[in-house]
């Protein structure tokens, strides 16, 4: 297990980068920014799949096909425009700690699931991470208006963290869930078709959405408005290569090795990893609220990992 929660912790890593993206390339829409990453996603996972890429179409059945569309839509394309939006309207730190809500939610929907440890002993390090994501709120808040931001911005902003939040929840368990029931393919196989699948997905509304605006993709008016096109392919594929390749591999590993519940909690790394980034991207350090909300989130974590690991002592799969 403990191999499983070492892979989860550098999988958030990764995707603490997702957060900074879209305040690097702010002339962007969240449409471009999905579009844009998931493309290069796609195709780095054609290029490591192409030796073995016909032997993995004719193991691939209707229900692995089923699962890879879904999976891409809500836990790629969908996920990331409206977390591109919630960091855009709300800021870094509201839309990480919103989507850090996730290990409420995962444990909610996993709490029928094999090896899922019962809600009751999972009661208090869950109140330690609600705990923590009320400060970090109260904090967010409290300076959004003193900076003058506007009251609907910040409510449409987390509305969108909300819906990111949502995808992210059900993508989670049904991704864990498809993975244990279905050992035909290895971690990294399956990464690989995940990512394959979401860049044609990308390419097929690419396509029409960059025609459209094919001025400002190619044109003058592309430069005027400060759109660096170099600056967004590089970053998209960074973030393809670190957070979508390496992450999403990692993950699949973690799935693999902890309950479903456990996911839950090891997502909050995602979280923590945002918020030192997004520490490093202002040159601030943490305000005393955010400081004592980091904390409380590891403590509900490592709390969270010594149950799971005394329960699978005590019944082991």
Not at 133 to 141: H, R, S
Not at 297 to 304: I, N, T
């Amino acid at each position: 297990m403990w191999i499983g929660v070492l892979c989860a912790l550098l999988a958030g890593a990764m995707w603490g980068m997702v957060f900074i993206a879209p305040a690097l390339l702010a002339a962007f829409s969240p449409l471009e920014l999905a579009l844009g990453r998931y493309m290069a996603y796609g195709a780095m996972a054609f290029a490591l799949l192409l030796p073995k890429l016909s032997g993995l179409a004719h193991r691939l059945d209707r229900n692995d096909c089923a699962a890879l569309l879904r999976h891409a839509l809500a836990g790629n394309i969908v996920y990331y425009m409206l977390l591109a939006t919630g960091v855009k309207l709300a800021g870094v730190a509201p839309t990480s700690l919103i989507i850090g809500l996730l290990p409420i939610t995962v444990t909610l929907l996993g709490r029928h699931d094999h090896g899922a440890v019962p809600l009751a002993r999972l009661a208090l390090p869950l109140a330690v991470v609600a705990a923590g994501i009320a400060c970090i709120n109260v904090d967010v808040f409290t300076h959004a208006h003193a900076a003058g931001r506007p009251p609907w911005q910040t409510a449409a902003g987390l509305a969108c963290a909300a819906g990111a939040l949502l995808c992210w929840s059900w993508y989670t368990v049904d991704n864990a869930r498809y993975l244990k029931a279905n050992a035909h393919f290895s971690s990294a196989e399956w990464s690989a078709l995940y990512g394959l699948s979401t860049g044609i997905i990308a390419l097929a509304i690419a396509l029409p959405a960059f025609l459209l605006h094919e001025g400002d993709v190619t044109g003058a008016a592309g430069a005027a408005s400060g759109r660096d096109w170099g600056l967004f392919w590089t970053c998209n594929a960074l973030l393809a290569l670190g957070a979508s390749v390496i992450g999403n591999q990692l993950w699949n590993i973690a799935s693999r090795r902890v309950p479903v519940t456990l996911s839950g909690q090891l997502i909050l790394f995602e979280t923590l990893f945002a918020l030192l980034y997004g520490f490093l991207y202002r040159q601030a350090w943490p305000r005393p609220l955010e400081m004592t909300a980091i904390v409380l989130l590891a403590v509900g974590v490592m709390w969270s990992v010594r149950l799971h690991a005394a329960e699978e002592t005590i019944t082991p799969p």
